[in-house]
């Protein structure tokens, strides 16, 4: 069993460790140290490798096995809500409030959680990564304009990797998944990486695959000459009661 935790170089071109050398307990833990520069961050995912750590902490990289990962045609969303959806007014839109997002994301208060993994330092990061336009966030409004939920993450090629999603009224932040997952299927993109196994994505249709697994399908997606830049006019605007038609 390997029980070597690696430490990453100053170089943010460094490479990272294969995977397959995590550890066990705790679950995926793989490397520690090195920095948030975009161009580590997009080596990490492009690897299936992903940046968690709590404030105090030394930064830590990720691999669990197994991986949490929704196709993007089978987000479920029950009868009851998609009822309530479609009398809504909700509208879903992609990029126009990234950083509200994040930083709704990073103050929400979650069951059994104290504190944020999406410290000052993890919102810098990313806000560079969606400048660079390889981050993006999904986002839901009512009728008058406020957020209701949202969801952000980060594209490589036809590669959706979910960091974080947020309600800010009950049900927004699985508005912002079924909307993304839509748009994304449209898109020919079949996956989104969900990283951690918990009982609410797997309501959600969440699977849980081997990583091996998971990292052979990711890898030919990351690989896809997709262009970058910000998702606003090509994803457009969803009413959310085209997610839940009737008789869906």
Same mark, same amino acid.
């Given at each position: 069993?390997?029980?070597?935790? *690696?430490?990453?170089?100053?170089?943010? @071109?460094?490479?990272?460790? /294969?995977?397959?050398? !995590?550890?066990?307990?705790? /679950?995926?833990?793989?490397?520690? +140290?090195?920095?948030?520069?975009?161009?580590?961050?997009?080596? !990490?995912?492009?690897?299936?490798?992903?940046?968690?750590?709590?404030? +105090?902490?030394?930064?830590?990289?990720?691999?669990?096995?197994? #991986?949490?990962? *929704?196709?993007?045609? $089978?987000?479920?969303?029950?009868? #009851?809500?998609?009822?309530?959806?479609?009398?809504? +007014?909700?509208?879903? $839109?992609? /990029?126009?409030? *990234?950083?509200?997002?994040?930083?709704?994301?990073?103050?929400?208060? #979650?069951?059994?959680?104290? +504190?944020?993994?999406?410290? !000052?330092?993890?919102?810098?990061?990313?806000?560079?990564?969606?400048?660079?336009?390889? !981050?993006?966030?999904?986002?839901?409004? &009512?009728?008058?304009?406020?957020?209701?939920?949202?969801?952000?993450?980060?594209?490589?090629?036809?590669?959706?990797?979910?960091?974080?999603?947020?309600?800010?009224?009950?049900?927004?932040?699985?508005?912002?998944? @079924?909307?993304?997952?839509?748009?994304?299927?449209?898109?020919?993109?079949?996956?989104? &990486?969900?990283?951690? &196994?918990?009982?609410?994505?797997?309501?959600?249709?969440?699977?849980?695959?081997?990583?091996?697994? *998971?990292?052979? @399908?990711?890898?030919?997606?990351?690989?896809? /000459?997709?262009?970058?830049?910000?998702?606003?006019?090509?994803?457009? #605007?969803?009413?959310?009661?085209?997610?839940?038609?009737?008789?869906?």
């Amino acid at each position: 069993m390997n029980l070597r935790l *690696f430490r990453l170089p100053d170089d943010p @071109a460094a490479p990272f460790p /294969d995977p397959s050398l !995590a550890l066990r307990e705790p /679950d995926g833990l793989l490397a520690i +140290g090195g920095d948030l520069e975009p161009e580590r961050l997009l080596n !990490a995912y492009a690897r299936g490798i992903f940046p968690w750590y709590s404030e +105090g902490q030394p930064l830590l990289w990720w691999s669990p096995d197994p #991986r949490t990962v *929704f196709t993007t045609d $089978s987000v479920r969303l029950g009868s #009851r809500f998609r009822r309530q959806l479609r009398g809504s +007014g909700w509208v879903a $839109s992609a /990029d126009t409030a *990234f950083d509200e997002v994040i930083a709704a994301c990073a103050t929400a208060p #979650r069951p059994g959680q104290e +504190g944020t993994w999406i410290t !000052a330092d993890m919102q810098a990061a990313y806000r560079r990564l969606h400048a660079l336009g390889h !981050a993006h966030s999904v986002e839901v409004r &009512d009728a008058a304009g406020a957020l209701v939920g949202g969801i952000y993450g980060v594209a490589l090629g036809r590669m959706f990797f979910g960091e974080s999603m947020v309600s800010l009224r009950s049900g927004g932040s699985k508005t912002a998944l @079924a909307a993304l997952a839509t748009r994304l299927h449209e898109w020919g993109w079949p996956l989104i &990486d969900a990283q951690v &196994d918990n009982a609410h994505l797997r309501s959600l249709g969440a699977h849980s695959w081997p990583r091996s697994r *998971f990292i052979e @399908a990711m890898r030919p997606l990351v690989a896809s /000459d997709v262009p970058v830049g910000r998702w606003t006019s090509r994803f457009g #605007r969803i009413p959310v009661g085209a997610l839940a038609p009737p008789g869906a």
